[in-house]
């Protein structure tokens, strides 16, 4: 008898892991599987057969635990950032002017990384950490749980969210084999350290493998397993099929026009969107693009009410708002409580399969759209020098250098760039076509059709 559990620490998760053919497979590969949820147990009603789901109690960080996980991060970042431009991105972001006691610690904690951040040092900090979850009643209760359920193996489908930590440290202490899977493409070569050590880990790719064992040299090859990535399964799944007739009467397109996707990040990243979305607006009003419509996706990570002006300024302008509900509010992290719906994975499907061309600020959406073959520009007008957010930036960190050296996107830094690129991949779709399908292979190493079932199958040989 084979018993798995399956922590799904947020909607992202949800959406790869319970609506791909992942949680079918894994029922069909093991004797029971159990979900750990971080999203209340309610939202898998309708998606659930055989598994059984354990909603975790909610895990609120305390200061002490705080400290010490932010010194590890920052010791990660410092010891990586040589040659490594989104490590210090990332690092010099982490600075903080602030006076309240979290930016009087977080200026103490780079004094301290200063001297101290060796590989040594950051397992140093590590267990420091794990000491200060001992004051934690939802310590107690993730113990009994564990105790309770005797797992073969627990399998964490996100390697970063800080609230994993006592778990994972947990099952690691009481000898449980666990396994990760790396959550996004960015995550190893531009983020901070991970929250937990696992004994195994699930990759997108060879190329994702080989940064796991440059920033993590303690680990063995033989410890991580490519297996591509269920993010983009859906898509070749014919549940989540809608004719383009459907697509097009859904979001009141004209059918003889060609589609532009503007796909937008959150406001965190991808400040920039509104003027970019109103670049490409006003280029179709002035006809320096012809005969097109404009198709703009908001992030489900957020409100989109930042967008309210620009969409009230061009009423041609359709918008599909993504359909993913709040699931809870008070969260520390609320974005995280944000949850899919099939609908809204149906409604995706439909944008990328259907649309003719994709615009984005570097997001993993430009994976998407070439799923589908589609061809993509990055919109990056901003830098260090013209008053707008320095979005030109990224193009140096690891992941979009692939990107920029595959030419699989054209990156447009200003409007004349933008509406060429535009034209040009209307004429011309193909156009880049053989650079699309070379990053392709090198972000995503397997087939997109079968991906469930190869996760569940890797999971069962390493429990």
Known sequence: MKKLGVVITDGVGFRNFILSDFLLEAEKTFDEVVIFSCLPAEIYADHIIKSRIIELPVFIEKFPTWFFRKAKEVAHLKVHKNNNFGMVDNYTTNKTAAKNPRGIATRFIFKLTALFYSEKCIQGYSKLQQFTF???????AYKKLLHEEQLDLLFFTHQ???????????????KLKTASFIFSW??????????AEFDSFLVWSDLMKRELLHFYSSLKGSAIEVVGTPQFEPYVLERYHVTKQDFLSKFELEPLKKTICFSCGDSSTSKNDELYIETIATAILEKKIPHVNLLVRTSPAEDPIRFALVAQKFPFVKWNFPKWSLSR??????????VPTVEDVKDL????NYSD????????????FMQFGKPVINTVFGN???????????????????????????????????VTFINDYLQNPILDEANREELLEMQVSKPLKGTGKRIAETLLQWS
Not at 186 to 195: C, P, T, Y
Not at 357 to 368: A, E, K, Q, R, V
């Open 160 to 174: 970063r969210p800080p609230f994993i930590a006592p778990l994972a440290y947990l099952a690691q202490k009481m």
């Open 349 to 352: 499907r439909g944008l990328l």
């Open 134 to 140: 001992k004051n934690y009643n939802v310590t107690k």
């Open 357 to 368: 061309l994709n615009i984005n600020m570097l997001s993993t959406m430009s994976l998407d």
């Open 329 to 338: 509010k008070g969260h520390q992290e609320e974005w995280s409580q944000r």
């Open 186 to 195: 960015d995550n190893l070569a531009s983020k901070g350290r991970m929250a």
């Open 384 to 418: 260090s020098q013209n008053g707008l957010y320095d979005d030109q930036r990224f193009l140096k960190y690891a992941h979009l250098i692939n990107v920029v050296n595959t030419k699989a996107t054209k990156i447009a830094k200003n409007e004349e760039e933008l």
